[in-house]
């Protein structure tokens, strides 16, 4: 993805998002901005916010590690409270049941849909005591070993989470979807963010 341009962030707006090939001329606080160019391709969209997540990550293993930046940790914690939990219910109110609509049985969408779920529940627990310990950081806490351990466990399974949905359910999706369940997909998405991206 082409991480120049905005990067939503309130500090430097300009300043490159690290990636595989980065040196050290990148931000290891920067998370790339809504892909507002995807809008209307709503499956690329689901992929770049995956993208997007993969970063996150990055930066919790970073401050679970012991790094620290106020202004990185308070965009993260909007990204956590934002951006993912849209991502969570644009899968949960929209995609899947979409794809549980139009797939057929061979397919094996139910039994991977009960797991998304119970992964997306497991997820919007964690997060919620993810944010804490980054508030509490915020303040000047330091971590404590079990805040490290919460972290690098939420990080992993969200790894896992998104290894799954990228190799599995998005390529399904990209068989079995017609431009009538991506016109209704992407008209959902942009009704969740009322009409913008940002
Ligand atoms: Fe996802
Ligand atoms: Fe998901």
Redesign the pocket.
């Given at each position: 993805m082409n991480a120049a341009g905005e990067s939503g962030r309130g500090r430097e707006p300009k300043r490159r998002v690290c990636d595989a090939s980065s040196s050290d001329h990148c931000d290891p606080w920067a998370i790339e901005p809504m892909p507002r160019e995807l809008f209307d391709s709503p499956l690329d969209f689901l992929f770049a916010d995956h993208h997007r997540q993969r970063q996150a990550v990055r930066i919790l293993l970073n401050i679970a590690a012991g790094a620290w930046d106020e202004t990185g940790g308070s965009d993260l914690i909007t990204f956590l409270e934002r951006d993912f939990a849209l991502?969570?219910q644009d899968?949960e109110c929209d995609f899947v049941p979409l794809l549980r609509r139009i797939c057929p049985p061979e397919d094996g969408i139910d039994v991977l849909a009960e797991r998304?779920a119970d992964?997306?529940a497991d997820?919007r627990s964690s997060v919620q005591r993810v944010i804490a310990i980054l508030r509490k950081r915020l303040q000047g806490e330091p971590l404590s070993r079990q805040a490290q351990e919460s972290i690098r466990d939420f990080a992993a399974h969200l790894r896992q989470?998104?290894a799954i949905?990228n190799s599995v359910l998005l390529p399904i999706a990209r068989v079995r979807m017609d431009a009538e369940s991506l016109t209704a997909l992407s008209k959902a998405m942009r009704n969740r963010r009322g009409g913008h991206m940002s």
């Amino acid at each position: 993805m082409n991480a120049a341009g905005e990067s939503g962030r309130g500090r430097e707006p300009k300043r490159r998002v690290c990636d595989a090939s980065s040196s050290d001329h990148c931000d290891p606080w920067a998370i790339e901005p809504m892909p507002r160019e995807l809008f209307d391709s709503p499956l690329d969209f689901l992929f770049a916010d995956h993208h997007r997540q993969r970063q996150a990550v990055r930066i919790l293993l970073n401050i679970a590690a012991g790094a620290w930046d106020e202004t990185g940790g308070s965009d993260l914690i909007t990204f956590l409270e934002r951006d993912f939990a849209l991502h969570i219910q644009d899968e949960e109110c929209d995609f899947v049941p979409l794809l549980r609509r139009i797939c057929p049985p061979e397919d094996g969408i139910d039994v991977l849909a009960e797991r998304l779920a119970d992964e997306h529940a497991d997820d919007r627990s964690s997060v919620q005591r993810v944010i804490a310990i980054l508030r509490k950081r915020l303040q000047g806490e330091p971590l404590s070993r079990q805040a490290q351990e919460s972290i690098r466990d939420f990080a992993a399974h969200l790894r896992q989470h998104l290894a799954i949905e990228n190799s599995v359910l998005l390529p399904i999706a990209r068989v079995r979807m017609d431009a009538e369940s991506l016109t209704a997909l992407s008209k959902a998405m942009r009704n969740r963010r009322g009409g913008h991206m940002s």
